[in-house]
C-alpha cells in the first residue's frame, strides 16, 4: 500500500478526502490515473495533458520532491507516503 | 429593439475572479456581485441564453484552465472535470483558454472554446466535455504558426445565426481562419491583410489579427483591428479593406460593432506596437458611423489622464436602443456608456486587473 496525502486546494476534487490509501502502484504517473479514476477530474489539475506534472504541482515522495527524481515516472514502492502539494509562487 | 426589460448584466472576468453587475432597465445604476472564482484568472466569460447558463474561462496559476459554469447568475459555479484537453501524443497541453462562444440557437449544446497553443474545442453538452478540432490540430501549416505578444491563441470566435454552418476564428500571430463547414475544414482568410513584420508583406498566413467583429444582421461584414491596421470585409474575410483613414494610429486591440447599426464599429487605438499607451495619455473609444470611411472620438466621461490599457476582450457593445458600450482596464475601473460611446460613466473602480468584459441581456 502507499498513502497519498492531498493539499486541502483539492477538497473540492475529493469531496474533503485530504489522506486515503492505495494499492501500490509501478510510478506517479499510474498514481494519478488511478486518483482520476476515483475522483474524476483531479488527474488534470495535477498533471497536463501530456500527463507531465504541472510546473507549480509539487509531488514529494516521502520527503524527496520528484522533480529531482523522475518526475512523474518517479517509481514507487510499498509503504511510501506522496504529498501532492502546490509549490510556492512569488512572494 | 432593446431584448427584455432593458436590464444587461455584465460580466467581468479579472486576474481575480469573476464579478457580476447587473442594470436597472436604464441601463443608469449597476449592482455588484462577486467576486466569485476568487483567486482564480477569469479570462473570459459568456452567458449561453439557450440553457440560461453563465461559462467561464478560469485558471489557476497552480492548478491549470479549466470551464466553470453557474445556473443562478454567477452566484454558485460548478468546475468542469473534462474541460478542453489536448490528445496524447500531440505533444500540447491547454495552457490558457481565450475564448467561450456559445453555439448558434440550432445547434443545442454546442459552445466553442478557443485555446493557448491555438486551437478550436467544442462541447456538444453545454460546457462540461470537449473535443478538439481534428481539422485545425493537424492543419498542414500549424508547425510553422507563430506567437504574437500574448502568445499563440484562438481569441475569437464569431458565429452567425444567418450562417450556421461558418466558423470564424482569430489566431494571433497567424490570421483569420474560416471553415464553411462546421470546423469540419478550414482556410486562410488574410487577403491583403498587411503583415509588415514579415519578410513577405501579404503572406497566406502569419498575419497578426487582434480582433474580429460582426453585427448579425449583416454576418458577411467582418470588421477587424490587426496589428498592422484597421480593416473590414463585406464577404465574410475573402478579400480585406483598409479602412484606417482618419484614424490617429493604426494598432490597437479591442473591437465592437454597435447592435443597432450595423456600419457603426468602435476601436480604441493605441500610439503603437512599441508603447502601446492610449494616444496623449488619454484613453478614448473612436467609431465610425459610415464602416470606416470617417472617425471620431468618443472620451467624454473618461479621466484627462488615463494611461489605461484595454485588452482585446473588455471592451463590449449590448444589445440595447441605443447601444451601450463598456470597457474595463488592467488597473481595474469599468466604464459604461448607454449612448453608443458618446458620453462615459465609470461604474466601478479597484477592481482587479480586469481582463474581459461581456454583457447579456438580463
Given at each position: ?91 | ?42 479570462y ?51 495552457a490558457r483558454?481565450w475564448q ?14 478557443g485555446v493557448e497553443p491555438a ?26 504558426w507563430q506567437p504574437g505578444g500574448g502568445g499563440l491563441c484562438l481569441h475569437t ?13 482569430a489566431i494571433s500571430a497567424v490570421g ?17 491583410l498587411l503583415a509588415d513584420f514579415q ?7 502569419g498575419t497578426c489579427v487582434h480582433k ?12 477587424q483591428q490587426n496589428h498592422t491596421g ?19 494610429s493604426r494598432f490597437g486591440f479591442p473591437a ?12 480604441a487605438p493605441l500610439e503603437g506596437d512599441f508603447s502601446r499607451i492610449p ?30 490599457t484595454v485588452l482585446r476582450d473588455a ?15 488592467t ?22 486587473p480586469?481582463l474581459s ?6
Open positions: 500500500m502507499i498513502r497519498v496525502k492531498l493539499t486541502a486546494q483539492l477538497k473540492d476534487w475529493t469531496n474533503g478526502v485530504s489522506s486515503l490509501e492505495m494499492d501500490t502502484v509501478p510510478d506517479l504517473q499510474s498514481m494519478v490515473r488511478k486518483l482520476d479514476a476515483r475522483f474524476p477530474g483531479i488527474g488534470q489539475r495535477i498533471v497536463d495533458d501530456q500527463e507531465k506534472i504541472r510546473t507549480h504541482v509539487n509531488i514529494f515522495v516521502n520527503s524527496e520532491n520528484s522533480k529531482d527524481l523522475q518526475r512523474e515516472m518517479t517509481k514507487l514502492r510499498d509503504g511510501d507516503t506522496v504529498h501532492i502539494l502546490p509549490s510556492v509562487a512569488g512572494g | 429593439m432593446t431584448k427584455g426589460d432593458g436590464r444587461q448584466v455584465l460580466m467581468v472576468g479579472t486576474r481575480k475572479g469573476a464579478f457580476v453587475f447587473t442594470s436597472d432597465s436604464g441601463r443608469r445604476s449597476w449592482k455588484l456581485s462577486g467576486p466569485e472564482l476568487k483567486g482564480n484568472e477569469t473570459h466569460m459568456a452567458y449561453d441564453r439557450r440553457s440560461r447558463t453563465m461559462l467561464a474561462s478560469v485558471s489557476s496559476s497552480h492548478w491549470g484552465p479549466t470551464i466553470a459554469k453557474s445556473k443562478d447568475m454567477g452566484k454558485s459555479w460548478k468546475v468542469s472535470r473534462t474541460p478542453p484537453k489536448f490528445p496524447k501524443g500531440s505533444g500540447l497541453s491547454v483558454i467561450i462562444k456559445p453555439g448558434t440557437d440550432d445547434d443545442e449544446g454546442v459552445v466553442y472554446a486551437c478550436l474545442f467544442r462541447s456538444d453538452d453545454g460546457g462540461e466535455k470537449w473535443t478538439v478540432n481534428e481539422a485545425m490540430l493537424n492543419h498542414k501549416t500549424r508547425k510553422k470566435v464569431v458565429l452567425s445565426e444567418r450562417r450556421p454552418k461558418r466558423i470564424l476564428i483569420v481562419m474560416r471553415s464553411d463547414d462546421n470546423g469540419e475544414t478550414w482556410s486562410f482568410k488574410n487577403k491583403r519578410p513577405e508583406k501579404y503572406p497566406e498566413f474580429l467583429a460582426i453585427n448579425q444582421s449583416k454576418p458577411d461584414t467582418i470588421f484597421v480593416y473590414r470585409s463585406d464577404d465574410a474575410g475573402d478579400d480585406w479593406k483598409d479602412i484606417r483613414n482618419n484614424l490617429p465592437a460593432v454597435d447592435a443597432n447599426e450595423p456600419e457603426r464599429f468602435y476601436l494616444l496623449g495619455g488619454q484613453f478614448a473609444v473612436w467609431a465610425t458611423d459610415n464602416g470606416g470611411k470617417e472617425w471620431s472620438k468618443l472620451d467624454s466621461g473618461i479621466p484627462k489622464t488615463s494611461y489605461f471592451m463590449v457593445t449590448d444589445q440595447g436602443e441605443p447601444c451601450g458600450l463598456y470597457f474595463g482596464s488597473t481595474g475601473q469599468l466604464f459604461a456608456s448607454r449612448d453608443q460611446g458618446n458620453k462615459w460613466e465609470r461604474i466601478a473602480d479597484g477592481l482587479p480586469i468584459v461581456s454583457v447579456s441581456s438580463a
